[in-house]
Structures are given as C-alpha cells and as structure tokens.
C-alpha cells in the first residue's frame, strides 16, 4: 500500500486525506500548527491518522509521495529534507487531477483570477454543463474529485500551487496578467514568480489552448522567450485581434473557431477596464466549450462580481463605501483607483511584500483626497504619498480607519478599502479584513 503524507490540514490538505484514502492510500496528515476543530473531525470521521502542533520527521520521511498545502514554503526544514531525501512533493492540484476524467479549466494570474473563475464558472453553469469550482476558492478539488460527480472543474490556480505540478495539464488555460507579488516566496526574483505562473501551460499540446492577455508586456516578453505548444488565443483592449477577444466601438468582440460573439461594454454587470478583460477571459472559454452567445450574454450581465473585490458596501450621505480587500498588490489596487469616478478616501496597508507604490502616483494625485493608513508599518505609504494628498492619517484599527474615513468624507465622494498589501499584521485573512470593513460601515 503506498503511503502519502499530507502537509498542512486547511481545505486542500484536508481534501487530499479523504481522496487518497478513497484510492486505497495509507494517509499519515501533519500539521505545524493547531489543526481547526471542524477539519479535525472530518479526518477522525474517515478514520485518518493525524497531527497537529509539530511534523514527525521520521513518520513524514517514510512517505512514498507527499502533499504540501500551498501555504507552507519550499525553504522550511521538513520540506528540505523530504527533497535530500528524494521524495516526490505535489500539489493537491496535481494529486487530484490524476484521479479524474473531467474537462479542467485552469485560470491563473496576479490579479483577475477569483472573479474570472468564478465567472467562468456561472457561464459554464448557467450554458447547462455539470461544472465545478475549486483550487483557490470554494471547496478542495480533492474532495470535490472524491465525491466524483463533476464533468469540468475551473480551477483558480495560485503560483503556490502551479509549482507543486508535474503532469497536471488543464484542456483550458488562462493567464490574466502579471504583476510582481509573493516575490518573498520567490528570492524577490521576478522572473522566477513569472515561470511559476506559466507552469499552467507547461504540458500543454497543441489540442489544448491558451488564453492570456496580449496588452501584457511581461507576458509577452516570456511567451517569445519560451514557446508555447497549446494554441494561442489572445485578448486586449488596446489592439485588433484575428482570432481571440478584442474591443471595437466599445464592444467586446469575440472571434473562436469561425463563432463570432459582440456584447456593449455599457451592459457588464461588473465595471472597469481590469474586468472587460475578465469578462473577455471567461467568454472565450464559454464559446470554446459551445455555451449559447445569448446565455453568455446573460450571464455577463447579470454577473456582480466577488465578495472582496470591488464589492460596493453601502451608500451613506450620498458617500459609496467599497469593501477591495482582495487588492493585497498594488497592481489590484491599481485596477481599483482607475475605476474609481469621485473623489475618493483610500484606506491602504497591511503587511508590505517589498511593494513599489510609484506606479500609483498619478492615479492617487488624480482622484485621492485623503488616505488612511491601516497597518502596523506605515513608512513607505507615508514616504510615497505624502506630498501628493492633503490629509494622511494613520489608525491600527478597522472601525478607526471607517470612523476616520466617515468624518472626512463629503457627499458624493466614495470610501475605498483597496490595501495593496496583506492582510496578516491585523487580520486574519483578506476576507477577515473585508468583514471588518463591512461591519463597521454597518455600524455607522
């Protein structure tokens, strides 16, 4: 009986020990820390050997195959020693994958990807297929593959997780954009972060396709650098495309296998340059899977985006208040201050991850009036932005900084919670601090 030990008891490790145990797997799950009392009783439910508070070395080394969640690094010292002694490391993604016959759509990039599969994958829902989502967000692939029901899954894919691939190919891959994050991951390399993302298209052939963004310097750059085999379908808002997804007279047109598709930019339900792209993503995987132009025109319509991405909260005294906790880069919070229309209060910071603010300047010069710094350190925001808005406040807490925010703000002016940063420092998560934000504008 081979043996897999699972690093990590969150979603996907969780999800791992209940499908390898289904494919007759001995599963041993370690957890460096103290495991949730939910996953826990769903690993003693299926009567699955775990720890948590510490790894076993030696019960860890004698795995035949390990799982490592996408959270832990390469460089922590049980990982290290599983690669001397030529152990094999995956990903869940690439555990799973190996036990399904389903259609996978893999959608990756630095920004775009969340509201891109999952609006991928209510096309796809809403055209009839019997889909899936998983990866990144919602529940584990693993255990959605044990429960074996799916016949195509989209899967928002981190570069985490792309690294721990060596088989998994998607018939679909997208690439939304590049901008630099996690570069702590990465030996602050960028181009090392760039061929994570692109491991998605690595075993692709030529039946397979990849869809990605032709406005994207960086993307272009590496795709001359290192030939792709899928077949190549481009989108952009900036230049004319023969076969792929391109804007003319403020439509977005769709030209895939001889099917042409138009829809007015006017009637997205989701607003801003960054997601005519998305939607432009999402469509061309719905034709290429023969969804109907109307349901995909519907769909485009009626789809209001993701919680924590743009999410508009409430409107107090003519004033909108934003909830873009999921901006934890600054090419996300870019996305969002060039979608902003008034005079806007940003709320930003959080855990720096080696970011550069300057791209940023003339976007805050334009439309910022005031900035509220919400982290413990706050020195670089306050270095970049400080001669270019009148107000600067720092707070070190989520009530504080609406409170704060509440007082300077005037009618038609909008309250935007963008941090550019992670969200650790103050927060448990991004979703955390995107509640928080939530609860205090309520509370207002």
């Known amino acids: 009986m081979k043996r897999l030990v699972v690093l990590g008891a969150g979603e996907s490790g969780v999800g791992t020990a209940i499908l390898a145990k289904k494919e007759g797997y001995e599963v041993f799950v370690s957890d460096f820390g103290i495991i949730k009392e939910a996953y826990k009783q769903v690993l003693i439910h299926h009567e699955i050997e775990w720890e948590e508070n510490g790894h076993s070395h030696e019960e860890i080394l004698s795995a035949d195959l390990v799982m490592k969640s996408p959270g832990i690094p390469d460089r922590v010292k049980v990982v290290r020693a599983l690669n001397d002694a030529g152990v094999d490391v995956v990903s869940e993604i690439e555990f799973a994958a190996r036990f399904t016959d389903a259609q996978i759509i893999g959608i990756t990039g630095s920004n775009g990807k969340t ?23 919602g529940h ?3 255990k959605q593959v044990a429960e074996g029901s799916s016949d195509y899954y989209v899967l928002e894919l981190s570069s985490f997780q792309l690294d721990g691939i060596r088989e998994f190919v998607p018939q679909i891959a997208v690439l939304t ?6 570069l702590d991951r990465y030996d602050d390399d960028y181009d090392k972060y760039i061929a994570s993302k692109f491991r998605i298209s690595m075993n692709q052939q030529s039946e397979q396709y990849f869809i990605y963004d032709l406005d994207d310097v960086m993307i272009g750059k590496w795709m001359n650098a290192h030939p792709i085999q899928a077949q190549k379908l481009p ?7 023969a076969e792929g997804a391109c804007l003319k007279n403020n439509e977005i047109t769709i030209n895939l296998k001889n099917k042409q598709f138009t829809m007015p930019i006017a009637s997205l339900g989701l607003e801003g340059k960054h997601n005519i792209k998305n939607a432009m993503a999402a469509s061309m995987v719905a034709t290429l899977l023969g969804i109907r132009k109307e349901t995909i025109r519907q769909s485009l319509e009626d789809f209001q985006g993701v919680e924590h991405r743009l999410e508009k909260v409430l409107k107090i005294n003519k004033v909108k208040y934003i909830n873009d906790s999921k901006a934890t880069n600054v090419n996300a919070t870019f996305y969002a201050l060039d979608s902003m229309e008034s005079p806007t209060i940003w709320i930003v910071g959080g855990v720096d991850k080696g970011n550069d603010y300057e791209p940023l300047l003339p976007l805050v010069n334009e439309k910022v009036k005031a900035i509220i ?14 001669n270019v808005v009148e107000m600067m406040i720092e707070t070190h807490s989520m009530k504080d900084a609406v409170q704060v925010a509440y ?3 005037n009618k038609g002016d909008s309250v935007l919670l963008s941090p550019a ?5 103050l927060f448990e998560n991004y979703e955390d601090r995107g509640r928080q934000f939530k609860d205090a504008v ?3």
Request: proline share 0%.
């Open 115 to 137: 509201t891109t599969a999952t609006l991928t994958h209510r096309l796809l829902e809403n055209g009839g297929l019997n889909v899936a989502l998983a990866g990144n967000v």
């Open 140 to 142: 584990s692939f693993a």
């Open 177 to 182: 954009n590049l901008s630099e994050d996690h």
């Open 235 to 241: 989108f952009s808002i900036t230049k004319s495309v």
């Open 373 to 386: 710094c919400l982290g413990v350190a706050n020195e670089k925001i306050i270095n970049t932005f400080g």
């Open 407 to 409: 007082r300077l703000a």
């Open 421 to 425: 940063c992670a969200s650790f420092d």
């Open 442 to 444: 309520r509370n207002l």
